[in-house]
């Protein structure tokens, strides 16, 4: 991980020696949560057929995007996601899912109206807790944005991961200020309508989002009485609802709490006809700090 | 991406006097086959070419860099199928004011001895609407020392004490309309005498801000357009006061609230054509200071007809752009090239009418 931090950041170092003098902007993400234990079904082959499994995960993400040209933006930068679940003795699901990543991509704005992502983060995808060669992946975005105007923007883009059982994830997305103080904000991950209380305060409702595919342990399967997992890739889909405020602290910062319900989880082991999903949802709390400057 | 822009932002009104109105007569006429190389060559906006241009097609780019973190500029360059002297009329006479889709409640022009009662009467004439309430409930919070307007302390301390002075004013109670006519006309005042420089300073996020520097910070950036209008510039002569401009206020949205903005305009015959300045120097939201260009040139379309090529550059200095940066900027830019088109839209509609 420290290895991977510092390759990031000599990389971040050397695309803004390529930036024009003074023209490299940051970006920092940040969150930790805390879910409540859900109750979940293991399947009925299992000993333990069901359970409540409860969670802390965590992420840290930063990106130096140095400005090549008057319409293009590097970004390069480096993102650690950690979930850590809180499993019933036997429970058939690994109690750590965790990625760290390079994130190497470039912004371009054209034809005055329109901006273009494509960002990939490859890295290590491990669902347990260390990493080795073959938890290697590179999932990536290409993504478009349409200015109509202002306060209407339109978003198109897909996620390509081909360790998902959708290795084409679509989407589609709009950001919409339809009053002095909406904003119908429906871009994944984290849909939601925000209502500005002040310029420094906003409340929002919504959702979050949060999907990944992570490889087991070479003896996950065995360990579990299905030997077909044993090094298989699993995808990770959770689903949040909820609403939170987000101060902005300081100009650069902004500081947000939510608390909600995590509605849906998944744990799809896609190269067998077994998946794990929660029957009933659970309490969640969650704090974030990013920042751009 | 793209929240929190300055976008809402965008140039409403170009107001022209014909100063040298006969001078105009005299201009050349002839065909300038060379007025596109001419702009692409200073303005750099790719695909520059006649017969986009001729079909209505406005042509948009970035301006030059800044390296000043409040600063943007965005440029256009569009054609106008009118000779030069009407489109220089028709950018004179042109009041966005009539197309409610451009969000320009009040255009009003002045006289650099307009008073309160001359704003009180075009206050009156406002509709209301949701960012008109906005206005008024972000000035009633000034009452208990509350800050979102962009006001010196000095100004701020006034509000209040004009009332009973006089009677609510369209949708402006009382105070506020007393508020903002008393200090529209100073300040207007203070423009005509003695230009950006005597403007009252005011304070944003703990910077003091002197609309006078910001002008010149925007050109210090932007060397190409300071050199191609130094005459205008020279004329106008922004920080101290100069020329004879026609002044005018506005009430505009700015991101779902209105602002008054107070601007100046002037123009020039120059050889080959006009030049034309819209200094805005106060704005009590959304932007600092805000400067555009415009430049005409006569030309001749691939029917013969006489037409009239514009290029358009627009200068903003806004606190809140400071706080956008990578992608969020990038975005910026083009949501304020897409107002720029809106505007400039309706008026080659009002060109062929």
């Known amino acids: 991980m420290l290895k991977l931090l510092s390759l990031a950041f000599l990389a971040a170092v050397a695309a803004s020696s390529l930036a024009r003098a003074g023209e490299v902007s940051y970006e920092l993400g940040s969150n930790y949560s805390l879910t409540g234990g859900a109750r979940t079904k293991f399947g009925d082959f299992q000993d333990v057929k069901n359970g409540y499994v409860s969670e802390q995960s965590a992420l840290f993400r930063f990106v130096a995007s140095p400005q090549l040209t008057d319409s293009v933006l590097l970004r390069v930068g480096a993102g650690w996601q950690h979930f850590a679940f809180g499993l019933p003795e036997g429970a058939p699901l690994p109690n750590t899912l965790q990625s760290a990543s390079l994130i190497l991509g470039m912004d371009v704005q054209a034809f005055g109206s329109w901006l273009f992502r494509i960002e990939a983060a490859p890295g290590f995808y491990s669902a347990s807790n260390r990493f080795d060669a073959d938890d290697l992946n590179v999932p990536f975005i290409l993504g478009a944005s349409y200015i109509a105007s202002p306060d209407l923007q339109w978003i198109l883009g897909c996620e390509v991961n081909i360790r998902n059982v959708w290795p084409v994830l679509p989407g589609a997305g709009v950001r919409w200020k339809f009053a002095e103080k909406w904003v119908f904000n429906a871009v994944l991950p984290t849909p939601r309508l925000e209502y500005l209380m002040s310029r420094s305060l906003t409340l929002y409702g919504g959702g979050e989002l949060k999907v990944g595919s992570y490889r087991l342990e070479n003896r996950f399967g065995s360990e579990h009485g299905l030997r077909e997992l044993d090094g298989a890739w699993v995808d990770y889909t959770e689903l949040r609802a909820g609403c939170g405020a987000a101060w902005k602290v300081t100009r650069k910062l902004t500081l947000e709490a939510e608390g909600g319900v995590m509605a849906y989880r998944n744990f799809d082991y896609h190269h067998t006809a077994y998946e794990v999903e929660n029957s009933g949802g659970a309490p969640y709390a969650q704090i974030s700090l990013g920042g751009r400057f | ?353």
């Open chain 2, 1 to 353: 991406m793209l929240t929190q822009s300055v976008t809402g932002v965008v140039i409403r009104r170009l107001c022209l006097i014909f100063l040298f109105a006969l001078g105009a007569f005299s201009l050349p006429v002839a065909a300038r086959a060379d007025a596109v190389a001419e702009v692409q060559a200073f303005s750099g906006i790719p695909g520059l070419d006649l017969s986009r241009l001729e079909s209505g097609k406005v042509l948009q780019a970035k301006g030059e860099a800044m390296n000043f973190p409040r600063g943007m500029g965005v440029q256009a360059c569009y054609l106008v199928a009118l000779p030069l002297q009407k489109t220089v009329d028709l950018h004179r006479q042109w009041n966005a004011a009539r197309y409610p889709e451009l969000k320009v409640y009040l255009h009003r022009d002045l006289t650099g001895k307009a008073t309160p009662a001359d704003f009180l009467e075009a206050l009156a004439t406002v509709k209301e609407n949701a960012a008109v309430r906005s206005l008024v409930a972000a000035t009633q919070k000034l009452a208990s020392g509350a800050g979102e307007l962009q006001l010196s302390a000095a100004e701020a301390k006034q509000f209040g004490k004009e009332a009973g002075a006089g009677a609510a004013s369209g949708p402006f109670p009382a105070p506020v309309a007393a508020f903002w006519s008393n200090l529209l006309a100073q300040r207007t005042a203070a423009f005509a005498a003695g230009g950006a420089a005597k403007e009252p300073a005011y304070e944003i996020a703990g910077e003091t801000i002197r609309v006078g520097e910001e002008f010149a910070r925007l050109l210090k950036e932007q060397p190409k357009v300071r050199d191609r209008f130094k005459p205008i510039l020279d004329e106008a002569s922004l920080a101290s006061g100069g020329g004879k401009p026609a002044l005018y206020s506005e009430l505009i949205d700015v991101e779902g609230r209105a602002s008054f903005v107070l601007g100046a305009t002037y123009s020039k015959a120059v050889k080959d054509g006009w030049q034309a300045l819209d200094a805005k120097y106060y704005s009590a939201d959304g932007f600092l200071a805000m400067l555009t260009f415009y430049q005409f040139w006569p030309v001749t379309t691939s029917g013969g007809q006489p037409a009239t090529l514009v290029w358009r550059g627009d200068l903003i200095s806004s606190a809140s752009l400071a706080e956008l940066h990578g992608v969020e900027r990038l975005g910026s830019a083009g949501a304020m090239m897409k107002e720029i088109q809106k505007n400039t839209d309706f008026l080659q509609r009002d060109a062929k009418r």
